[in-house]
């Protein structure tokens, strides 16, 4: 049931449940000050009574006369000097009240905002890759700011709906108890105002459906020119790409808009009607039923502030409204996320002793044709394997269900004969080192990109793992050496020197697998040597899983697999394959002109 069809109620009920979950009874603790507080400012109001009615008659029946009989009670006499102290105290107490609802409210929404943020970001955090993936950085990022953010300001109104509501209820209440016949109009009158409402309301709610959605692509497509930024302005084709910036943001604006302006039809549409109910009811008394104007006075004062209640209930609810998309967005992407979680088993992986083993693998993504199928492989502790292919052949994905990145859609990945669906991946990861194709920094010092934040390390072991990455020397040329800042993704160093980063970091960390997925691809034939010669210290101390398009640098690998179309066409060492005749290994291998 989408919520752009449902009346006040449902809403209200629905919301309630929502809320609930995120602030609990801290929302009564809201509401029950706020009717503190307009009790407080009606007995305010009331005392002014016995100031106004000055003749007997008054005082002998009405208002003037409950008031009265307050006051005896109380021991107060009934003059401006007896009741005026009691006006001013109880309007002081609404102050102080209202300073009390208000800092409540906002620790509230403080809270509440913390509680979502936390649950969509955790929903990410612990989704499963391949979900994530699917989405652009962008959706993701306007869930976790700007959805959250309006989520909260809808709670907050939603909230600021319920004093208004209690207040309008409560002040009613005393209106009828002072003259019944004036809360007939105020029904009435309430009846006109949620007509109107509805109307507004609806027109409202949809265009925060659309405003939620167009924030999204423009948060996604900001985010996509930022990283394109240099390739769009090399090539002319930043005007193009802008285009739609501002059509998208021009869409979030129109939607905006048209909200707006329903929203100021019904703010502009309340005073005339309530100034003519209240012309109508001024008339009636004064010149139909020649009442005594002061005493009509008091009564009007009242029914003056339940329309305003009414108008503030009205106006606060509209604003929710406007929310109401993000609310949605967020409470269903937030849900969708939380159903992709990552399957865990829960056993502990601490080292690899005997092998990582493939047994009939099958692997499909969810948007895909099958990438890989019928896998079957067995890679010994401690060796080092190499996967071959063209690009697009499947080697990524391998890699991937290696390391528990991707689940297999058939068959079993094995390690050590446990199924690493029943591993706790954490454990495994904690591993694993991974060189990603694209190599990842962060926008911090060098030495922080090489230990992650971790202070286990000391600079003499930081020292070891740049030197054997051979970045040690760029990195002291650099003005600050290792505590220089290298930019977003490391835009301050050249595609070798952001490689050469990503492997001192794991190197470092000397895992138990280590994966380097064309991770020297962009390096020099020199460096690229002598991390060769790096990895090649490592080789028996570590499983190692190298996927590499130049032939040379595997030439070390105790094993080789050519994948091509998503099955293993070739394996064997690298001068068995490199030797066989007609082999496909052979062939690249003269391609690229690596002797054998
Ligand atoms: N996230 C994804 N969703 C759908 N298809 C994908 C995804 N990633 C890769 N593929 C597809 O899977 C195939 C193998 O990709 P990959 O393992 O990255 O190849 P390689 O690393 O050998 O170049 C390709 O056809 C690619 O289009
Ligand atoms: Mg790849």
């Given at each position: 049931m989408t919520p752009l069809s449902d009346g006040l109620p449902f809403l209200f009920v629905r919301y309630m449940r929502l809320f609930w979950g995120f602030a609990g009874a801290r929302i009564l603790v809201i509401v029950g000050l706020t009717l503190v507080m307009t009790y407080a400012e009606g007995i305010g109001i009331a005392f002014f009574f016995p100031l106004f009615e000055t003749n007997a008659q008054a005082a002998t029946s009405g208002p003037g006369a409950t008031i009265k009989s307050v006051l005896d009670a109380l021991h107060v006499p009934n003059t401006a000097a007896g009741v005026l102290p009691i006006i001013v105290a109880m309007f002081l107490a609404k102050g102080i009240l209202q300073y009390v609802t208000f800092r409540t409210q906002f620790s509230l929404l403080r809270h509440v905002t913390r509680k979502m943020r936390r649950r969509a970001l955790s929903a990410v955090s612990h989704a499963d890759y391949q979900h994530v993936a699917n989405a652009s950085a962008g959706f993701y990022t306007n869930l976790v700011i700007n959805e959250v953010n309006r989520a909260a300001a809808g709670f907050s109104y939603y909230v600021r709906s319920l004093s208004p509501l209690l207040s309008a209820s409560t002040l009613f209440l005393m209106v009828s108890f002072l003259d019944w016949r004036l809360s007939f109009v105020c029904v009435v009158m309430g009846a006109v105002m949620i007509a109107l409402t509805r109307v507004t309301g609806f027109m409202i709610r949809r265009q925060s459906l659309v405003v939620s959605r167009e924030s999204s692509s423009l948060t996604s497509l900001l985010i996509q020119m930022l990283h394109a930024f240099k390739y769009l302005r090399s090539t002319a084709a930043y005007d193009r790409y802008e285009d739609r910036v501002w059509r998208t943001s021009d869409r979030v604006l129109d939607a905006d808009f048209k909200a707006s302006i329903a929203n100021a039809l019904l703010v502009s549409l309340a005073q005339p009607v309530m100034v003519a109910f209240l012309g109508a009811i001024l008339y009636y008394r004064?010149?139909?039923?020649?009442?005594?104007l002061a005493s009509l006075f008091i009564v009007l004062l009242y029914f003056f502030r339940v329309m305003n209640e009414v108008f503030a209930l009205q106006s606060s609810w509209q604003t929710f409204c406007g929310y109401l998309g993000s609310l949605e967005t967020l409470r269903e992407s937030t849900e969708a996320t939380e159903l992709a979680a990552e399957q865990h088993g829960s056993e502990r992986f601490e080292?690899?002793?005997d092998a990582v083993v493939f047994d009939h693998v099958d692997f499909t993504y969810k948007t895909g044709?099958?990438?890989?199928?019928n896998i079957n492989l067995r890679i010994p502790a401690h060796t080092t394997v190499a996967f071959v292919g063209g690009?697009?052949?499947?080697k990524t994905t391998l890699v991937d269900l290696a390391t528990g990145t991707l689940r297999a859609t058939g068959g079993k990945v094995l390690l050590d004969g446990h199924d690493?669906?029943?591993?706790?991946l954490t454990t495994l990861r904690g591993r694993i080192g991974y060189v990603p194709q694209d190599a990842v920094l962060f926008d911090d010092t060098v030495a922080a990109n090489i230990s992650?934040?971790?202070?286990?390390?000391t600079q003499e072991q930081l020292r070891d793992a740049a030197q054997r990455a051979r970045c040690l020397e760029f990195i002291e040329r650099?003005?600050?050496?290792?505590?220089t800042q290298i930019g977003d993704?490391?835009?301050?160093?050249?595609g070798g020197q952001r490689q050469r980063l990503a492997i001192a970091r794991e190197l470092l960390r000397s895992p138990e697998i280590l994966v380097l997925d064309?991770?020297?691809?962009?390096?020099d034939s020199e460096s690229e040597v002598a991390i060769q010669q790096s990895i090649e210290q490592l080789k028996g101390q570590m499983t190692i899983l190298i996927i590499a398009h130049r032939l040379s640098t595997i030439r070390g690998a105790d094993r080789v697999y050519v994948l091509a179309d998503g099955k293993i066409v070739e394996d064997g060492g690298f001068d068995e394959l490199a030797a066989k005749p007609g082999g496909v290994f052979r062939r690249m291998c003269e391609l690229q002109d690596v002797a054998h």
């Open positions: 004064a010149v139909v039923q020649e009442q005594e080292k690899l002793d044709r099958p990438v890989l199928e690009s697009g052949a499947g690493i669906a029943t591993l706790d992650l934040w971790s202070d286990s390390y650099m003005p600050n050496g290792f505590d993704r490391g835009v301050k160093l050249s064309e991770a020297t691809s962009a390096l």
